[in-house]
């Protein structure tokens, strides 16, 4: 049975809402493509105004393949922003919410060829390309490759799903980020982190927060920057 599906698997976060949304219209909205097991907007929760966002939940996850296949989504005269929902184990690990369309996959064996790649990963999504990485010059594999697909939402499905095997090989997935995205998306966690623990603290609390944050920013900048230099542990083929 489908609902036997995790609840992850089945959730859409649904960005971009109007302050005036509620549950009843984002609800009215999305379930023209299936039964709804729930629907929230969130809410501050001394204002109770809305913050901009919500998710819903599907009973079955071919209904939140419908809700994305139909987007752009209109909801009280507003476009939103519909992504299958990051579950809290993930929404640490890098790029987990950032829109990209390309996948890095490791862990692939000598006897594996592009047409094995191609026919595991076809049945997510449209494939643009599929990149083999290989020693320059040797042409030996290198055991990783890059996949790009024509639409953001195939790469969120699939690293949505914990384990992958190609051709009998037990295979890595990760979204495939720029050096650039990796660094921004290093700034975005150490501030997050900070504005969890800033929540109840005093001015000065927060100010010398502040402060670490930027001494923080700076310090991962100029990694990233080393990074780039060496280039060694990076593939440069972005």
């Known amino acids: 049975m489908e609902l036997e599906k995790p609840e992850q698997l089945r959730k859409l976060f649904i960005g971009g809402l109007s302050f005036e949304t509620t549950e009843e219209s984002l609800r009215a909205h999305f379930e023209q493509w299936g039964t709804l097991t729930d629907c929230v907007v969130m809410r501050d929760p001394n204002s109770k105004r809305s913050r901009g966002f ?3 939940t599907y009973s079955s996850v071919r209904e939140v393949d419908d809700a994305m296949k139909a987007r752009p989504h209109k909801v009280d005269g507003r476009v939103v922003e519909p ?3 990051v579950s809290r184990e993930d929404s640490n690990k890098p790029g987990a919410h950032l829109t990209v369309k390309k996948i890095f996959v490791g862990g692939i064996k000598e006897d594996t060829e592009e047409y094995h790649i191609r ?3 076809e049945k997510y999504g449209k494939i643009e390309c599929i990149d083999i990485m290989e020693e320059r010059s040797t042409g030996k594999k290198r055991g990783f490759c890059f996949v790009t697909f024509d639409d953001h939402d195939t790469v969120d499905k699939i690293v949505a799903q914990k384990f992958h095997t190609i051709n009998f090989h037990n295979c890595e997935v990760r979204k495939a980020l720029s050096k650039q995205e990796m660094s921004v998306q290093e700034e975005i966690m150490v501030a997050d982190q900070v504005m969890e623990v800033a929540e109840g603290a005093t001015e000065v609390e927060v100010l010398g927060m502040a402060t670490r944050v930027e001494d923080l920013v700076a310090t991962v900048t100029e990694a990233m920057e080393v990074m780039v230099e060496v280039k060694v ?4 083929e972005f």
């Open 119 to 121: 026919e595991y990963f």
């Open 54 to 56: 919500g998710f819903v």
């Open 83 to 85: 992504k299958r929902a």
């Open 233 to 236: 542990l990076f593939p440069t």
